[in-house]
């Protein structure tokens, strides 16, 4: 079993800066996939940016990439989203979310923390 305890999040005004962290514990193993969905009122749950710890492989939604960067910090066992030039669009729940492999279908991924909120305003 793994739990995800996620934090940071918060209210900002636009271009504003947030940042996320997620820490897990528990059975991980040594390949997964981790990172954040979020979900804003009546859209889908959509996947942020993610790594893979196999290959340190990156991925970010294409509305998000050069404005947000996911690192881990292994000696803390941390995974960090640095949120910079934040916009209206970008408010919603956040959820750490981690599984075997990286996908966009939030159906795939196995745990999920219990999400902090992000609100910008303009």
């Known amino acids: 079993q793994v739990q995800l305890v996620d934090s940071g999040g918060g209210s900002v005004q636009t271009g504003g800066s947030l940042r996320l962290s997620c820490a897990p514990s528990?059975?991980?193993?040594?390949?997964?996939?981790i990172g954040w969905f979020r979900q804003s009122p009546g859209k889908e749950r959509e996947r942020v940016a993610s790594?893979?710890?196999?290959?340190?492989?990156?991925y970010y939604a294409a509305s998000v990439k050069g404005r947000f960067t996911i690192s881990r910090d292994t000696a803390k066992n941390t995974l960090s989203l640095q949120m910079n030039d934040l916009k209206p669009e970008d408010s919603g729940m956040y959820y750490c979310?981690?599984?075997?492999?990286?996908?966009?279908?939030?159906?795939?991924?196995?745990?999920w923390g219990q999400g902090t909120q992000v609100i910008v305003s303009s």
């Open positions: 528990g059975n991980t193993g040594s390949r997964y996939c």
């Open positions: 790594i893979f710890t196999g290959n340190d492989n990156i």
């Open positions: 979310a981690a599984g075997n492999g990286c996908y966009n279908d939030p159906k795939m991924v196995v745990y």
